[in-house]
T-cell receptor, first 115, second 116 residues
């Protein structure tokens, strides 16, 4: 068990809808990372927060947004959903703000299916 | 941008035999390289990393990786494979993001299948 909790585990929704994915990082970790995993694109980095502030931004669409709250949990909001957004979304956490300085601990992911 | 390549989609090995999962890198400057493993329906787990120092890095579950600068490779190895090692293995590199910050860029993954 990595200590990173993601909810929900599965999400099925229709095109055009909006969903929120939630992540609780491992106790003591200040960074939260969001990744998208799909068969055609592999693992894509979306965004990182460190202690409540955005630290790095990757291939995150404008329809997507995220935030990290004072208690360090994070939410990823996906809106105007398209079929191509169907994927496994992972949250990871680490102690510090530079990825790789300490290991990233991944949650088990949220599988999003857009119909 | 820094990148890694995993040339094999799948590697099959018999239990008890040595295993190698290949990774090559393309970086400017000194590479920060990592191996992660993903079991079915689970998130990725950290195995090991190379920053500087010894070219042979030891990690979790008996895995090790050899950093080879001349061949720009960072292959994952284990002397004796177990059926329980069957999983998806990802090589990764720390990459700088235009506009600020860093990220881990992952390879496409190699499915390891260990058979009895």
């Amino acid at each position: 068990d990595s200590g990173v909790t993601q909810t929900p585990k599965h999400l099925i929704t229709a095109t055009g809808q909006r969903v929120t994915l939630r992540c609780s990082p491992r106790s003591g970790d200040l960074s939260v990372y969001w990744y998208q995993q799909s068969l055609d694109q592999g693992l894509q980095f979306l965004i990182q927060y460190y202690n409540g502030e955005e630290r790095a931004k990757g291939n995150i669409l404008e329809r997507f947004s995220a935030q990290q709250f004072p208690d360090l949990h994070s939410e990823l909001n996906l809106s105007s959903l398209e079929l191509g957004d169907s994927a496994l979304y992972f949250c990871a956490s680490s102690v510090d703000g530079t990825p790789g300085s300490s290991p990233l601990h991944f949650g088990n992911g949220t599988r999003l299916t857009v119909t | 941008a820094q990148s890694v390549a995993q040339p094999e989609d799948q590697v099959n090995v018999a239990e008890g035999n040595p295993l190698t999962v290949k990774c090559t890198y393309s970086v400017s400057g000194n590479p920060y390289l990592f191996w992660y493993v993903q079991y079915p329906n689970r998130g990725l787990q950290f195995l090991l990393k190379y920053i500087t120092g010894d070219n042979l890095v030891k990690g979790s579950y008996g895995f090790e990786a050899e950093f080879n600068k001349s061949q720009t490779s960072f292959h994952l190895k284990k002397p004796s494979a177990l059926v329980s090692d069957s999983a998806l293995y990802f090589c990764a590199v720390r990459d700088r993001i235009t506009g600020g910050g860093n990220k881990l860029t992952f390879g496409t993954g190699t499915q390891l299948k260990v058979e009895l």
